[in-house]
């Protein structure tokens, strides 16, 4: 690999792989749909003709129509809108407190990391889904409850990756330099332990971004996600699985969507850790 291609982002380099090119298109195709989805399609994705229901597809309804009548094509581009931000925001927010926990825990030690890590532990016992669950019980279905839902189930991961990362980085040679130099904690924990251990937790998120999409349809397809008429993906699948005789095309489109962007995330994944050579990077260090 050239110098040249080495400056470059890893995110962009991933881009150069193939299957991180198909991967890597899929996803920019369903951002891009999301954010221009009223532009997108002359159809609103909430209003309804019983006279059109059930339609499959033609050339007026691309994908069909639901048993509402409503075009099924808007509704997915809609339904990538709620799914990728409620999945995407719910994420950030999980890895925005457990790096935070994490690297108090892993930097600082003594009685708060005992008791970080004896709750991670405790949560990291129960399956994302039945903390997913519970907490939207008790907040309330809906797009809110549905985001704090899936970053409270994530949070235990990135704890406990930021932690174990901060761990093994305080004990480098530059962090005892910066240390003699007279550099203080949040000094050496912002400029320069959170940093380097950023990159794993990154690919981590990225990866984990497929499950909290499937958590986010779980939730809708128990109907405990966004409510109508805001379309999901789960929602969808909930819909048209008691018409999956009638009336397939409800429930096939909304799954293959849920199915290929989460096996693109992964393969994306796969190519951006390829690229980061985090292994690699790691046994340098030590």
């Known amino acids: 690999m050239s110098s040249a291609t080495q400056q470059k982002p890893a995110l962009l380099r991933a881009f150069r792989r193939p299957l991180g090119m198909i991967a890597g298109g899929w996803l920019l195709a369903m951002v891009f749909v999301a954010i221009f989805a009223p532009w997108l399609t002359p159809y609103d994705y909430a209003v309804q003709s019983l006279r059109e229901a059930y339609q499959?597809?033609?050339a007026a309804h691309w994908l069909g129509t639901d048993e509402f009548?409503?075009?099924l094509l808007t509704r997915l581009f809609y339904g990538a809108r709620t799914s990728l931000s409620v999945s995407g925001i719910a994420i950030f927010l999980s890895v925005s407190a457990g790096m935070a926990?994490?690297?108090a825990a892993g930097y600082f030690g003594g009685r708060f990391d005992r008791f970080v890590t004896m709750v991670v532990d405790l949560s990291w016992s129960f399956p994302e889904i039945l903390i997913a669950l519970i907490l939207v019980a008790i907040i309330g279905p809906g797009v809110t409850g549905t985001?704090?839902?899936i970053g409270v189930a994530y949070l235990a991961q990135f704890t406990r990756l930021a932690r174990a990362q901060i761990m093994t980085l305080k004990g480098e040679n530059f962090i005892e330099a910066a240390r003699s130099l007279g550099?203080?904690?949040a000094h050496i924990l912002f400029r320069h332990l959170i940093p380097n251990a950023l990159a794993p937790v990154m690919v981590s998120a990225m990866l984990a971004t497929g499950d909290a999409i499937i958590l986010e349809a779980t939730l809708g397809?128990?109907?405990?996600g966004a409510q109508p008429p805001t379309p999901s993906w789960g929602a969808?699948?909930?819909?048209?699985?008691a018409l999956v005789f009638k009336a397939p095309w409800i429930i096939l489109f909304p799954g293959l969507a849920v199915a290929i962007t989460v096996v693109a995330i992964n393969l994306f994944g796969d190519a951006l850790i390829a690229e980061l050579d985090i292994r690699n990077r790691m046994r340098t260090q030590a």
Not at 221 to 224: A, V
């Open 56 to 58: 499959s597809a033609s």
């Open 69 to 71: 009548g409503r075009d």
């Open 101 to 103: 926990l994490g690297a």
């Open 147 to 149: 985001m704090a839902a």
């Open 183 to 185: 550099a203080g904690d």
């Open 221 to 224: 397809f128990f109907g405990l």
């Open 236 to 241: 969808m699948m909930s819909a048209g699985s």
